[in-house]
């Protein structure tokens, strides 16, 4: 799984994946949804800071890719230290199509 084309734009990131899947991401929700140290508790996995914890109008400025498995973004509150690996974006998609499909595998 790797994304083709990375787009950021004023209401989402949008993200075009290489079998053609296109995402969907409010920048808040995925600022939300980092993974790293300051984000995450390393030690309980427990969620230190997430969607609600960050500005209302937070926005990913920039982005680059991390070698081939993750992106990383330039966030407007200057956090920029999580990855997004793929597989995990991925996951986060929430079109109606990857919903149904994780009801189906549970
Ligand atoms: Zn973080
Ligand atoms: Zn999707």
Do not use: N
């Not at 994304?3 to 808040?28: A, C, F, K, N, Q």
Request: with cysteine; aromatic share 10%; hydrophobic share 30%.
């Amino acid at each position: 799984m790797e994304t083709r084309e990375v787009r950021l734009e004023d209401g989402d990131i949008h993200i075009l994946w290489d079998d053609g899947h296109r995402s969907t991401y409010p920048h808040r929700y995925l600022r939300g949804q980092c993974g790293c140290a300051a984000c995450v508790d390393e030690m309980s996995g427990r969620r230190k800071v997430g969607w609600e914890d960050v500005r209302e109008d937070v926005q990913a400025l920039d982005w680059m890719p991390v070698g081939r498995y993750a992106v990383r973004f330039l966030w407007s509150d200057l956090h920029d230290s999580g990855f997004y690996p793929f597989e995990r974006l991925r996951k986060l998609c929430r079109c109606r199509e990857c919903l149904e499909g994780e009801v189906e595998t549970g």
